[in-house]
């Protein structure tokens, strides 16, 4: 019982950490994308989304893979963390050389110059990642979400200065480039301050043979998760335009903050605990059916919340040139309520099974993908969202469906465990829309403060009256949590 009780108090303070992280620094980036996207035009935002999107495809191999698989592995030796990182700089290395390399050939292909003199400094994102992988994972492994945290905020405190200052004193696109290359530099460089570990000639290095298999099953899937979603804006920014592609990314951009803000908080924790109960089938059943219920139910009303205000935020804090981003910011919002559940499925997945699964499904839902990206690309942009929407359904029934097979967890317990919090979202949203009708003569603030009030109110009201214990639930957890932080 200590041992189990040692760990919840571990997972509770580490969620508590990486929850006050991700919302200070979803807030930081929220302040920085408001104010650099009022000082650039669409088409720029677009050139940036196309060089982000091929970081984001070679950081998979960086990132995935070998880092999660020592993670995993209970008896990771110093030689394996040297494999690994060794692994991880001569890969960024080559990675580095051939984007900046090609970055010609792709400016050519888009007619968007200015990614070649992007290109080596953008890039340089690959090594310094790459610098600082195995410390992060050793923190992970024991459980020094304070510390990660910390740096993660810091590095996003200064970074967002940075490009702050940049964007006020008119170097434009550059200041988001100046945000992400000085914010990898600082995390890399706190990482290597706070930890211990040192690459060391004189220790044997362990081959990556016994962790390949199984590494390089989730290198596979991820890419192809990553190939397939970000393709559906490289074929924006191709077929349409650089203002079409800067729209759809700022709307993704937005919708993605409170997204990966907190399911990147509850993931990075969840997957090393969940790994520790593995072997115990009613533990962990209950400890999915629990993260499952509460993800949702903040989760579920935050992003229909986003979608009943979204004309008003904008219309508040961006600058019309970026107001036709509004129907896809909308669209996209419903990806937000069916990801969360996929990606809590998917860590589950990666616990118990030995990522064979992972793969067939991967190949699975990108076939489906294909398709739906086939028929909606050639229609326009808005299709693309609603494709994507399609997909993300796709992608949560079958990683739900899958877990099945690893746990005890039933459709039946999925659909009582979810369907009250579904059910009460629904009634939330309508309540803002009906209220919302009545205000359109308002100023837009106040518009939007009603709205959000009215909203708040109908979903804790009804949790209550109904006596939802995911309601409770998180209470109690948001009582722990900040006796964790105070």
Not at 164 to 193: D, E, N, Y
Not at 280 to 305: C, I, Q, S, W
Not at 348 to 376: D, F, H, P, Q
Not at 460 to 467: F, H, I
Request: hydrophobic fraction near 50%.
């Amino acid at each position: 019982m200590g041992k189990e009780r040692d760990l919840s108090e571990r997972v509770a303070s580490g969620v508590a950490w990486n929850i006050t992280e991700k919302v200070g620094s979803t807030l930081l980036q929220a302040i920085v994308s408001i104010i650099v996207a009022n000082r650039i035009m669409p088409n720029e935002m677009g050139v940036i989304a196309v060089m982000t999107i091929l970081v984001t495809l070679s950081q998979v191999v960086i990132d995935s893979g070998f880092s999660q698989t020592l993670i995993r592995k209970t008896d990771a030796s110093e030689g394996d963390f040297k494999a690994v990182f060794r692994f991880n700089i001569w890969a960024s290395v080559l990675l580095y050389a051939i984007l900046t390399a090609s970055a010609p050939l792709v400016a050519s292909y888009y007619g968007w110059e200015k990614i070649t003199s992007i290109a080596p400094v953008l890039y340089l994102l690959l090594p310094l990642n790459a610098l600082c992988v195995i410390q992060n994972t050793i923190m992970v492994k024991e459980f020094r979400f304070a510390e990660l945290s910390t740096i993660i905020f810091t590095s996003s405190l200064i970074s967002s200065i940075i490009a702050i200052a940049m964007a006020l004193t008119g170097f434009g696109i550059w200041s988001l480039v100046g945000q992400r290359v000085s914010m990898m530099a600082i995390k890399a460089m706190l990482l290597w301050w706070k930890s211990s570990w040192r690459y060391r000639r004189d220790t044997d290095g362990s081959s990556l043979q016994e962790m390949t298999p199984y590494s390089l099953r989730l290198i596979a899937t991820d890419m192809i998760t990553a190939i397939y979603n970000n393709i559906a804006q490289l074929f924006i920014g191709k077929m349409y335009s650089a203002n079409m592609l800067g729209y759809y990314n700022q709307a993704q951009k937005l919708k993605d903050m409170p997204v990966n803000a907190t399911m990147q908080s509850i993931q990075s924790v969840t997957f090393p605990a969940l790994a520790k109960i593995s072997d115990d089938d009613e533990k962990f059943k209950e400890g999915y059916r629990r993260v499952m219920m509460l993800t949702a139910f903040v989760m579920f009303p935050m992003m229909a919340g986003l979608i009943a205000t979204a004309e008003d935020i904008f219309q508040l804090l961006l600058k019309p040139q970026w107001h036709p981003s509004v129907p896809y910011f909308q669209i996209l919002s419903l990806v937000g309520l069916l990801y969360p559940i996929s990606a809590i499925a998917y860590n589950v997945l990666k616990v118990r099974s030995n990522g064979a699964i992972i793969l067939r499904l991967e190949i699975l839902k990108k076939v489906l993908m294909t398709i739906i990206l086939a028929i909606t690309i050639p229609i326009g942009v808005k299709a693309i969202a609603w494709g994507m929407v399609a997909a993300a359904a796709c992608e949560m029934i079958l990683n739900t469906g899958a877990t099945t097979r690893y746990c005890k967890f039933t459709v039946t317990l999925f659909a009582r465990t979810l369907l009250p919090i579904a059910l009460l979202t629904v009634a939330m949203f309508f309540a803002t829309e009906f209220v919302g009708n009545y205000t359109i003569e308002l100023h837009v603030g106040w518009r939007l403060a009603i709205k959000i009030a009215i909203g708040v109110a109908t979903y804790s009201l009804g949790a209550l009256l109904t006596r939802m214990e995911a309601l409770s639930e998180a209470v109690t957890i948001a009582r722990r949590l900040l006796g964790k932080l105070l």
